[in-house]
Every structure is written in C-alpha cells, then in structure tokens.
C-alpha cells in the first residue's frame, strides 16, 4: 500500500465516507482513519435504500464480510410490478435488493469499529481545514453529502453544476408489504401523481409520492401541513396501500418542508489540493457530494458505495504512486462510470418528470417503456431476465403492427410500417451518408454500388445524401444536386435498381442547401473549411458566417426565397419522375434552411426573424410548395436540429413546437436529428444520444419520427421501437462497414422472420452455424470460468 499515506480522514458518515474507510483499513491495518459524522452513534434518517444484484457483487469483491452483514439484512425481489389506468402489468428477474438506510449505516458503522477506525459523532464540520490539522491528514475525503459545505469552499476548482429537477417528492414509509418493487399512477383532475413503493425490511416498505411542480401547486399542497398532504396521499393511493397508513420520519420538518425537488449536481473535477499545516493535502469528493444519480434508477448509495470500492482499488493497484497520481487515475476512470449513470438516471428523471407523455399509450407498452426509461435496459437484456414477458409483449406489438402473433415473434425492428401507401418491411433506414463523389452533381458508379449494396442488404428505406436544387447549394464541388436531366437520368438508374433488386426495400431523396455551411472541402480533406480556390458565393437566412474561417453569407432577399423555392420545386419534381418512394427536406444541421430555424444564425428584423413561428415561416414555405407537387400518396418527412447545444439555440422545448407547425403543413415523419448549427455547440455524446429528442416529439406531437444517432445494434432499434421512441431508426456508419447490416443483426437475434436476397440465402445458413458456434464456445468459456 502507499507508505506517503498515513492519515485518512473522511468528513461525513454516510454510505460513501464508511466504506472508503474501512476498506482503506482492511488493506492497510497501520493507516490512521478517521471519521467525523454530525449525527449521533447510530443514529441515521431516512426509509430504505435499493441495490442491485450486481452492485451487491461488487460489495462481496470488494470486502467479503461486509457484503455478508449487508446481504443478510437485505430484503430481495425480482419483480417489477407496474399500476396504469386499472390495468397491472408484472415482470420478473429484475434482481434488486431493499435495506433500511439506518441498517445499512449501522452494518457500516459496526465494521469500522471492528478494523479500528475511529468513529467522531456529534460534530458538525465547519471549518475543514481546521479538522484536517487537527487530524495531520494526508487525505481528506469529503463525504458530506448533497449539501456539502467542503464542496461549496472550493467551488472555484470543484464547479459544481446543480441543476433543479421539475417534479416534487416526498420520502415516506408504510407498514403494507410490497412483495414486488411497485410503480403505481393516478391521474387528478390536474396531473398524474406515481409512487415509487418497495419494502426493505420485514415489516416496513419505503413509499416515495412523486408529481410535476405545477401538478403539486395546483392540488394546493404547498399549502398544506405536513399530516394534511399525507392524508391526500393516502386517500390518492389507498387501492395501493390495503388500508395501512403513510408514515413520515420527518416530524421537525413544517408544512410542505418534506416535498423536495431533486438536485442532480455534477463537479468538473473531484480534487481540490489545499496547503494545510504546511503540506499540500488533497480533498477529494465523494458521494452526493460529488454527484447525484435519481432515486428512480436507485443509485445514490450505489455511486457512493463503488466510489469507495474505485478510490481503494486505485491505491491497491499502484502502492508505489504518490497520492496525487493515484487520484488523477481515480478521477480518470470513476468519472466515465458516473458520467454513464448520470446520463441514464437524467432518462429516467426526464420520464418521470413526463409521464402524461406516455400516458396516450396502452399498459403493455407504457410498463416497457417506463422499465427501459434509462436506455441502460435494452430489449434484449429483458429478455434474459424474463423471456416469457418479453415474447408475450413481442407479440402484442406484432399485432398492433397487422402481422399475425407467432411462436417465435418477430423482433420490433423488423415490423412492417406504412407510411401513406409505402409499404416498409422493418423499421430500419440507410441514413443519408455524404459520398463526396459527384461530378457536377451527377452520381456515378459509385453512388449506384453505395446504394444498391445497401438496398439488397435487408434495410427497408435506403436514403441519397443532402442533395441540392442549385449549384451552389452543393456543401462541396462532390455533392449532388438535382437541377438538370443528367442528374436525374442518374438518380433514375439507381433507384431502379434498388427497386428490381432490392427485395422490397424502398429509396427516398433528401433535398437540402447548404446555405452558410457550403462551399467547404471535400469530407476527407479538411471538413466544413472553405476550399483553397474557386469558392462560390453563399446565401443563408441572415449574414452570419459558420465560423471566423468561413465565408460570410448573404442575407435572402425576398426575390432570393422565391427564387430558391421553385428550385425546390422543379428538384421535388426530378425526384418524383425518377421514381423515388420517400422524399425528406433537410431542414437541420446549420443548412440553409435550418440557418433560418436557429435563432444564432437567424437575426433578420422582418417576417422571417425573431419569433419561432416567423423563423419556421421559410423553411414551411419551401415545404408546403414540395408537398403540393410531391405525389400525394408518398410519404413526405422532415430532418429538424432538436437541441443547438448551444447557449442562446433551439431547445428540445423548440422541437416539439417547430415539429407541430410541419406536422399541420402535412408532414409524415420527423427525422430528429440535433447540433451542428453553430461550432459553440458542446453535444454531450452516448449510446441512442438523440432518442430521447424523438421520443419527445413523437409523443408529445402524435406524429411518426426518425431516431438517428450512435445507434449500432439490432437491441438498440429494438429498444426503441418497442418503447414507441421513435418508429423508424436511421443507422449511418454501421451502414458504411456493413452494407448487409440489417441482415447480419437479425442472424445474431436468430430469427428467420426476414426475407433474404436470393444472394445471401447461401450465407444466411453458414452465418446461423457460425453464431450457434460461437454460442457454444462462449458458454464452455463460462462453465470453465
């Protein structure tokens, strides 16, 4: 262990300060530990607290003999069970555990004392730095939880980011035994309210009531005392509760005190080094402190408990580092591993925050959707915890879709859909991919073997990149365009291709400008710089350059919108003469078109400027002459920027309303994309990151959309598709390294639901025997493990 550290000490007795300190005891018995807790000897607030099955595992790694004492106490469940509108729906193999949170303390408290840490009750810290001199401490842990006054000190280094979540909460307890973690809704005259219910001892079961802010303040319960709002509770879920009472812990807290508004917080860094009695002595975060996950995904004392397994695991593995080096690796890696379960329990947060979103749906889909809130659940993850369910609901939803329920069901993503009179045989879509290979707009052989490997390859809509109605609408001298007879003579050759060969799959156009985002190099060159030579004259909604290094564009006049607007027009018609079932207008990404949505590219003073509504006025109008010459019985969709990402941009509050003013134009399906329309956005990056922007839009606007965005797997589409997230997803660059990957993903579900090209019939087989193998395999790798 590391012989520069000698004194530890944690400021704050809760979950994350207990176990670093006994595990930092159990591995090196001569370190000096100590820690200082406000609260009295075994003495703790609070019902119970939930851990998974696999953080239960990292416990019994971590310090055998206190995931014992942990385990013991613990009351198990596999099942989930989900109240809606009269109906249960229930599930199984969920694996969660239930404690009280002053047993868990005292089991933590109880170990301590036997290693030898030393335990300072009744004293409230404040002043660290007087503490940590006091002490000589070489490290000092601040686990003082979510209102952490060390945190709050070093504030200029930590940067906490504490962002209010929308719904009001109460903790409370009930002597009604719940033998499954229980998830029950009531909709009000005003909102719906939904209790989060799970027991964690023999006799007591946590019941958390939860309902948006304007929900609580509408039924006047910001006005109520404290047994007032328990007694509406109690009437509100008393179907749910058998006639036991809600019990508060909370007595010294008055009137609506006990309602409180979740604080998700997140701190740039960890580590502050502070000069203390002469030496640099590190303080570190951890816990609330440092970061807050929902209660919903239940893990605040999961985060806590594995910061300490990480920060002890760290000094294990380099005995030789000094303290400052270990923290940095610590830092490195736990931040990645919060980073992901924040972003899962803002999901969740989020869906709770909107459940009358979700509440158009019917339960069998409402329970899936609220079980797969956090996308950390996938389809294929309930199907390993219970199958029975899962094949059940596949069925269901093979109904809803007009296929006939079958013995083994078809996977979500491969679902028919139709769109006005298209027929799609799944749900999966080639994603537009610039090629940078036009000559002169015109595609070539390359763009014919680009998309006729696509189409044969099981996908149900191939799409053509942006292509442009006018020559400087093109991003670069190799994009299409879509103006004259040769380039659609070309376009023409491909899709009958892709008809004749593609086993049903459908092709679609998307037709977009540049705007101020054109004139730019070639994608493997230098992306969005302008070209060294030859450069074009740009147009955009107002004279706002993409970047210092880019041209300025001119603002549209009036003669300039209508001029591009029959541009739009005459492309619409090529497109519909050369055959194409599905045609999308980009109206995304910083374009043209989106240049007039954003409000950071958009400062225009006329009718076109300012409001949301004038900023769409355009871009609709472009739309709406498409639609009057595109064939009716076509499907029609929309690419929007759903977040800026950007101070000052378009919100996903935004998306919904600019997706309602396509949808009354006569809109089919919104492709929800987001970013690029400004070089200050800052994404934040993940699996399925877009989802939840369609997910927003479908719902709250009752119209089809696209999902597009770091989605890669057969289990991702159908997730999404299962949630009703998004009916279609758009996938980009698995397309790229695979053209035949809707084919490869449904042989690892083994499933023969699709229908294979007569080329890859012989491959099909030979691609089953290969997974059946590797199946194999992998469980021998498990029995020798």
């Given amino acids: 262990m590391n012989t520069s550290l000698q004194r530890i000490l944690c400021i704050g007795g809760g979950p994350a300060g207990l176990y670093f300190a006994l595990l930092m005891k159990q591995r090196q018995p001569s370190l000096q530990v100590t820690v200082v807790e406000r609260n009295r000897p075994f003495d703790t607030f609070g019902w119970g607290v939930v851990l998974s099955d696999q953080t239960l595992g990292n416990l019994r ?27 249960s729906v ?98 009000t005259e005003h909102g719906w309210f939904q209790a989060h219910a799970y027991q964690f001892d023999a006799d007591t079961s946590t019941f958390i009531v939860e309902t948006p802010e304007a929900v609580w303040q509408a039924h006047g319960i910001d006005q109520m005392e404290q047994t007032e709002a328990i007694a509406f509770c109690e009437k509100l879920f008393a179907p749910y509760l058998d006639g036991h009472p809600l019990i508060s812990n909370a007595a010294h807290l008055r009137g609506s005190a006990i309602w409180i508004r979740f604080p998700r917080v997140i701190c740039n860094t960890w580590v502050h080094t502070q000069d203390i009695a002469g030496k640099p002595t590190p303080i570190v975060l951890m816990g609330d402190a440092a970061h807050t996950a929902h209660f919903s995904i239940g893990s605040g004392t999961k985060l806590a408990l594995e910061d300490a397994i990480d920060l002890a695991v760290e000094f294990e593995r380099h005995p030789e580092a000094d303290v400052a080096t270990v923290l940095q690796a610590y830092e490195a890696r736990r ?108 595609v070539g052989d390359w763009h014919f073997m680009h998309l006729g490997a696509r189409a044969a390859g099981g996908a149900a809509l191939v799409m053509v990149e942006m292509t442009s109605p006018a020559p400087e609408g093109r991003i670069t001298p190799g994009c299409p365009g879509l103006w004259n007879d040769e380039q659609q003579a070309a376009f023409a050759r491909i899709v009958r291709f892709a008809h004749a060969n593609g086993d049903g799959a459908k092709i679609g156009i998307q037709l977009g400008h540049s705007g101020p985002k054109g004139s730019t190099q070639l994608g493997w060159d230098d992306i969005d710089e302008p070209l060294p030579s030859g450069n074009w004259p740009l147009l955009s909604a107002s004279a706002v350059a993409y970047g210092a290094q880019n041209q300025v564009p001119r603002a549209m006049t009036r003669a300039d919108m209508d001029a591009m607007t029959a541009a739009f027009v005459e492309s619409t018609k090529r497109a519909a003469a050369a055959g194409f079932d599905w045609l999308e207008l980009h ?199």
């Fill in 61 to 87: 790694q971590a310090d055998a003999a206190t995931a014992k004492e942990i385990g013991d106490a613990f009351n198990h469940w596999d099942d989930i069970e989900v109240f809606y509108k009269g109906r």
């Fill in 90 to 187: 229930r599930s199984t193999g969920h694996g969660f555990c239930g404690i009280g949170r002053k047993r868990l303390l005292n089991v933590l408290q109880a170990r301590c004392q036997q290693l030898g840490v030393d335990l300072v009750f009744e004293t409230d810290v404040t002043d660290d730095q007087a503490l940590a001199a006091q002490y000589n401490a070489d490290l000092v842990i601040a686990s003082d939880g979510l209102n952490s006054r060390v945190r709050t000190r070093y504030q200029d280094t930590f940067q906490p980011d504490i962002d209010t979540r929308q719904c009001r909460f109460v903790w409370l307890g009930t002597k009604k035994k719940f033998d499954a973690f229980t998830f029950a809704f009531v909709e």
């Fill in 335 to 442: 931040s990645v591993e919060v980073l992901k379960i924040q972003n899962a329990a803002r999901n969740s947060t989020e869906w709770f925050e909107h459940v009358d979103r979700y509440t158009g749906m019917e339960i069998e889909q409402f329970a899936y959707s609220l079980l797969t809130r956090s996308q950390r659940i996938s389809h294929e993850n309930l199907r390993l915890r219970d199958a029975k369910w899962l094949e059940g609901y596949e069925n269901w939803l093979a109904q809803k879709a007009g296929t006939q329920a079958a013995k083994h069901p078809t996977p979500p993503m491969l679902l028919p859909l139709k769109v006005r009179s298209v027929e799609l045989k799944n749900r999966i879509v080639v994603s537009p991919m610039a090629q940078y290979k036009a000559v002169d707009g015109v």
């Fill in 587 to 785: 109206c995304a990404h910083g374009y043209l078109l989106s240049a007039f949505i954003c409000p950071l590219t958009n400062q225009r003073t006329d009718d076109y400027g300012g409001s949301l509504e004038n900023r769409c006025r355009y871009p609709l109008e472009v739309f709406k002459a498409m639609r009057a010459v595109w064939p009716a019985d076509k499907p029609f969709s929309v690419r929007i920027s759903a977040h800026d990402w950007a101070p000052g941009g378009n919100t996903p509050d935004d998306a919904v309303a600019i997706a309602r003013l396509f949808k009354a134009a006569g809109c089919d399906v919104i492709d929800v994309s987001s970013g690029q329309t400004t070089r200050q956005a800052k994404p934040v990056y993940g699996r399925m990151y877009q989802t939840p922007f369609a997910d927003r839009v479908r719902n709250e606007v009752d119209i089809l959309t696209m999902a597009v965005g770091a989605i890669s797997e057969a289990d991702h589409a159908n997730s999404i598709v299962a949630a009703g997230r998004a009916d279609l997803c758009a996938v980009a660059r698995p397309h790229l390294a695979n053209p035949a990957w809707t084919l490869h993903e449904a042989a690892k579900l083994q499933t023969r639901a699709i229908q294979w090209p007569a080329p890859y019939l012989s491959g099909r087989d030979q691609l089953y025997r290969e997974i059946a193998r590797q199946q194999a395999m992998n469980a021998k790798g498990s029995a020798d493990a």
